[in-house]
């Protein structure tokens, strides 16, 4: 008898290690998991952070040039989200070198005579992107550069003075942002809609005083 109560022993004992160690396993899945839901949980706060802090700085930036651009507006019939709009795509949201080391919110190039920078740009041309060298005007302040482009569609070009008179004729950002297009201000085929897009995104009208 006792030998069978021995056995009974250590079949129960190995039965108690076999609790034990999938007692174990069951807690380590646990853990891993856990640690595997807060990893995946944290990582999109790391990026949540950044992607807040990039659109605050756009929306400071905004809020930076939208005054300046109702002033010109006022003064010059340029809508002010068509000027903020086109400074945003311009100059990448004034990270690019044209933007951030000469001024040119833009990419208005040089008159004769006027302090400049060559630099490389794209142009579309024949259907297709080319870059090309470029004399931009380099100016001493941001204002100086929004104060030049309303200048630029107020008063048209050297041999036209009436080139942008569409888009000072528009009542809204879409009939603007079109008429940039259709009278030349870029070669690029989707501009207009990159404008409208922006100012839709960034709710920009509303920043357009009531033309009178």
Known sequence: ?????????????????????????????IVATLTSETA???????NQTSIDSEENR????????APYARELQEKYGVLASIS????ILESDWHTSTLSTKYNNLYGIKADVGQKSAVLPTQEYV???????QGRFAAYDSWQESMKAHAQLLHNGTSWNAQQYQHVLNADDYVVAANALTQDGYATDPNYAKKIITIIKTWHLERFDATKK
């Open 126 to 132: 024949d259907g297709s992107w080319i870059t090309i």
């Open 40 to 46: 995946i949980y944290q990582s999109p706060k790391i």
């Open 1 to 29: 008898m006792a030998k069978r109560k021995r056995k009974k022993s250590k079949k129960n004992l190995q039965k108690q290690r076999l609790q034990i160690l999938s007692g174990l396993l069951v807690v380590l899945v």
């Open 84 to 87: 903020v709009a086109q400074a």
């Open 58 to 65: 756009k929306i400071a930036w905004i809020n930076q040039l």
